[in-house]
């Protein structure tokens, strides 16, 4: 437990610029700063301050008592892990192991040029070492800065840092020294994850969670030393940290990752941060001037039952009728708000569509039938996608999505190999102005400055056909497709009343993946294939009849043949995509050794994977397009790109040059 010293406010605070002229609010139970100079009010509040964080403390240590007595009668673990320590669930691949029920699968032997191929070559990832979370990105002074949850010391989650890159286009990255580290009592077990927002007069806070030295999570203020250093390289943290504990009601392992704030119509800044009360995952609301004094709403943004705690919540404005990003504080007629929040239990990101009540602080989903986290409600990603992040980049108006990608194989090759995760190429995000019920993403369109060489293909492919399509080593790939069902073929099965009605039943997960074959699908590409067929990971469309007689069209990704390898996971995604009259079956895959990225109708449904091929790497990995329906002759016309690495580049003021003169 802290000492009582350590909980009282510094008496010689350094000069503060974030200091606002003007009234203060009054303090509340949830802040932590200097008191007012009244002795009687100072002795009163500081005891109870100290006697709730005393409880709090009391409660954690129990906590962890009781779920250490768990893990051994179990029998699963003799101890508790770090992170279930801290209070969040297993960041690492021994978890996903547990939930996919082969924890005790005995590990593949991986070889060096194996593990090396895995590394990719234009997706962010540190040099070495675990990376988690991403943090607070920003475009600031001409840089797009990328802070992120990195452990400097092993490829495994523990002493959680925040590291940080900088980039000119979002993919030619140079990385710059650690940005926060664990060295004050609020955050002694970790720095974790957090958001940045820009005051009006151009300048920039950073609210981010800390563990304490006794593991309850906590929200602390920190702001960059130097704001005419275009790199940010040094960071302050507030002296009166930490600015928000958990409040009443809230055990403290489950308080954390605020948001950017946004404005309000009173002129203030609102936060809010995710947490759970029993089984009722909720949005907490927290109103401030200065982002060091806080006034708790009584209301909540959102809550939904039985989702469990809400991690990295996000909340962010959509125009109805504009193909463009917002600022965090737009609002009014033509504006529709997010929430997303990534659930702990499943470790899924889910959104939903709704409307925002400013007056309140308030929230609701257009549709309750699919609320954020149950599970017919829709996610960003239906594959290995998670712990996201949106930022406005006020330098080409667009809101860009930032999402940590794990890994799928097991924690004993990545500390073989020495590194683990990767972030997904940064995406725009929209409203779908032409659905009004989904979101649409789209890779960043810098990414197309990696592309070199290409080769465009126009074939009839009829039923059960295989064809190689010739692009060489197929490991650094962007493809961009659009297929058509012949007119006969779905004439064919809409106007028998025989064909089997199987839309409502298929499901990408559960139908049997890409072998399974359908009157119409599936149909697409197999991607790090070898020339065998034995090792590939197929993309696809399947398109269904519904009882109705209508087509329902899905998008799926299959990696249960990616890999030799028995130590990885390799699961069916994906999820029914919506399909307008008239419209084309497109798809976009960016393939980049170890992760495939699937883009469905031009961003409405995404899947990401990622793969451990053993054969299909290096000059060994090929492209095939395949038709596995039965009846259905499939016209494809595609277009496909080698791709350049993005070169990140270890820190040095070289690099940093280098780099902006690109």
């Given amino acids: 437990m802290a000492s009582s010293d350590a909980l009282l406010p510094i008496s010689a605070r350094e000069e503060d610029p974030l200091l606002l002229d003007g009234s203060r609010s009054d303090p509340n139970a949830e802040t932590h700063h200097r008191r007012r100079p009244v002795k009687g009010l100072l002795a009163v509040s500081f005891g109870l301050f100290f006697i709730a964080f005393y409880v709090a403390l009391i409660a954690t240590r129990d906590g962890s008592r009781s779920h250490d007595a768990k893990i051994e009668r179990d029998g699963t673990a003799t101890t508790a892990s770090r992170a279930r320590l801290a209070g969040v669930s297993e960041k690492s691949n021994d978890e996903m192991w547990k939930l996919s029920g082969e924890r005790n699968t005995v590990a593949f032997s991986w070889n060096n040029s194996m593990l090396s191929w895995q590394r990719t070559a234009f997706h962010f990832q540190p040099e070495q070492n675990w990376m988690n979370d991403p943090n607070g990105p920003l475009f600031y002074k001409g840089w797009y800065h990328f802070f992120y949850q990195y452990n400097p010391n092993a490829a495994v989650w523990a002493d959680i840092v925040w590291g940080h890159a900088v980039s000119k286009d979002l993919i030619h990255w140079v ?3 650690l940005a926060m580290v664990a060295d004050q009592w609020y955050d002694a077990n970790g720095v974790w994850t957090g958001s940045a927002t820009f005051l009006e007069d151009g300048s920039i806070v950073m609210l981010y969670t800390g563990s304490t030295d006794k593991y309850v999570q906590v ?5 960059p030393e130097d704001l005419n250093d275009p790199l940010l390289l040094k960071w302050v943290k507030y002296s009166g940290n930490p600015v928000l504990v958990p409040p009443p009601g809230i055990l403290p392992k489950d308080f954390r990752d605020p948001t950017t704030a946004w404005k309000t119509s009173a002129g203030k800044w609102r936060i809010t941060i ?19 004094t806080y006034e708790k709403l009584d209301t909540l943004l959102h809550k939904v039952p039985n989702t469990g705690m809400w991690e990295c919540v996000d909340f962010y404005p959509v125009s109805k009728t504009k193909v463009k990003g917002l600022d965090t504080s737009v609002n009014g007629p033509d504006v529709k708000h997010i929430v997303k929040a990534s659930m702990d239990d499943t470790r899924i990101d889910h959104y939903a569509i709704g409307t925002y009540f400013d007056s309140n602080g308030t929230w609701i989903p257009d549709d309750p039938s699919i609320d954020v986290g149950i599970s ?8 290995k996608f998670y712990a996201s992040k949106t ?14 990608i794990g890994e799928s194989d097991s924690e004993s090759a990545d500390v073989q190999k020495g590194w683990s995760s990767l972030q997904g190429i940064p995406r725009t995000v929209v409203l779908d102005t032409k659905t009004g019920k989904n979101l649409v993403q789209w890779p960043v369109e810098e990414v197309k400055s990696l592309r070199l060489s290409s080769k465009k293909f126009d074939m009839e492919v009829g039923p059960g056909s295989l064809v190689h399509v010739d692009v060489g080593s197929a490991a650094q790939l962007d493809i961009e497709a659009e297929f058509e069902i012949k007119k006969e073929s779905l004439d064919k099965i809409l106007g028998d009343a025989s064909a089997a009605a199987e839309a409502e039943e298929f499901s990408c997960q559960k139908s049997g993946g890409s072998t399974v074959r359908g009157a119409l699908g599936p149909f697409g590409f197999s991607v790090l294939a070898d020339e065998s067929l034995s090792e590939q990971t197929p993309v696809y469309f399947y398109v269904a009849k519904g009882k109705d007689s209508k087509l329902k069209t899905f998008f799926c990704t299959d990696a249960s043949r990616s890999s030799f390898a028995n ?3 390799k699961p069916i995604y994906g999820s029914s995509v919506p399909v307008l009259k008239g419209e084309k079956l497109t798809m976009r895959i960016l393939v980049d050794h170890s992760i495939v990225e699937a883009f469905g109708q031009g961003g409405r449904t995404c899947i990401t994977s990622r793969v451990y091929p053993t054969k299909a790497i290096y000059g060994a990995a090929k492209l ?12 494809a016309s595609f277009k496909v790109w080698q791709m350049n690495s993005a070169f990140i580049h270890p820190y040095s003021e070289e690099a940093v040059r280098a780099l902006s003169r690109t």
């Fill in 175 to 177: 990385h710059l020294p």
């Fill in 219 to 223: 929200q602390n203020l920190a702001y």
């Fill in 274 to 292: 995710g947490s759970k009360i029993n089984r009722t995952g909720i949005s907490l609301v927290y109103d401030t001037t200065d982002f060091k």
């Fill in 376 to 383: 017919t409600s829709l996610r960003y990603d239906y594959g």
């Fill in 391 to 404: 930022f406005y980049d006020q330098n080409k108006g667009r809101r860009i999505l930032w999402s940590w």
């Fill in 567 to 569: 130590d990885v996971v």
């Fill in 624 to 635: 095939f397009l395949f038709n596995n329906a039965i009846d259905a002759t499939i016209t």
